[in-house]
Every structure is written in C-alpha cells, then in structure tokens.
C-alpha cells in the first residue's frame, strides 16, 4: 500500500503536489469512491484508481524527452484558458507524460518532461539544488551592486531567495543560476533590484544543455543524459528508461 499521490505520480499522472490538488478537487476516485483524503493509501495492482473517470496504468518503462519551449505555451497538460500547452508541440507522443517544473507563458527555453514521478519529484524539490540556468535580457543597465544583490539573494513574495550565480553577459543581459523552483522567480528576483525582464530563456537544467535543439522542437533523451540527471537529484539508476 502506497500514498494515493504517490501512486498517481509514479503513473505520470501529475508531480506529487499536483496530484494532491486533483485529489482535493474530488477528481480522483479509489474502486468507484471519490477521494479526498491526502494521506489516503491504495494498492495500483489490486485498486480500481482513476482520474477524471479515467483509470491510471503504472507505465512499463519510462519516457524521458527534452522540449525547447517557445513563448506562448503553458507548462501545463491542458489549460481552462484554453491556451496552447507543451504538450500541443509533442507530435508523435503517446504516452502520457507531464511538464517537470514550470517554465512560464512568456519565457522559452528547455523543460523535460516524463512519466518518471519519483525523478520530477527529485528535480524540483529545492533540497536536491538542481541548478536551473536562465538568460535575461532587462530594461536599463545592471551595475556590479545590481549583480551583487541578486547573487545573495533578494526577497520575493515576503521571502528571500537562496544565493545565486549571476553574471553580467551584456549591458542589459544577465547569466542568472538558481537552484530553487519558485513560481516566476528569475523575473521576481529582477523586478526587486528594479530592472524588470524583457525576455527570458532557460538554457540548463542540472546537466542538461542543448544549444542545437530549435525552438518548438523536442527530442527523448539520451540514456547517458538521464543517469546525468538522476545522479545530480539524487536518485537511483533506473532500469526501465528508454
């Protein structure tokens, strides 16, 4: 017997945390039962779980793939805006796979995307600080106290981020490494030094670049690529990627 979050993300249904909100929305039901319950505990072998009325499936093996999101798509499955998701740009794709992270409406840049939920939950939980590389080009002209501040944290959302790697890359262009997931952070760590950001680009997570892959484009990811990025979370190999 397992969490009911856990199973569900380990199914690519959703991360941990969302598949929490879809249990407290009452989307989620165990053997016909709507479930509410977040410490609820169920069995996928023997259990009847579904969401949204449609049963879940423990994958055989686990897909990997590497987007280059464009600005304009959400990070999300689907949207009640109906704006266009990532996953509108994975032709091709069948299996039920899910954004880890957020990447927001009007940056770019790389995302992956899995079914692999014990990972997703690794790479965006902050204690495993995996880096996430950004570029930003700002309104005016940063100076080296500008930088200084970013580096060692400012505080966003009546909270101060950890410390940063921040390098001037042009005039009104910064390198800025976090090491945190919070909502919009890059761009809220830019409006508190006051030079808001004009356009964003995510061009590493943890290990992972690729300077090739066109935007809107996406590709699986390489076997050596994974192991990368679950030693840099922390997680054990696993035998059933492809």
Known sequence: MERLQKILSQAGIASRRASE?????GRVTVNGKTVLELGTKADASRDDIRVDGRRIKIPDRHLYLLVNKPRGYVTTR???QKR??????LAGVTDYVYPVGRLDFDSEGLLILTNDGDLAAKLTHPRHGVPRVYEASVLGVPDEHDVRRLAK?????GQRTGPAEVTAIGPSRLRITVREGRNRQVRKMCDAIGHPVTELRRIAIGPLRDTRLKLG???VLTTHEVERLRAAAGVSVDRTAR
């Not at 266009?84 to 740009?89: R, S």
């Open 78 to 80: 689907s949207d009640p």
């Open 153 to 157: 944290g400012v505080t966003i959302d």
């Open 217 to 219: 484009a996406w590709r």
């Open 84 to 89: 266009p998701t990532v996953i509108d740009l």
């Open 21 to 25: 909100q879809l249990m407290t929305d």
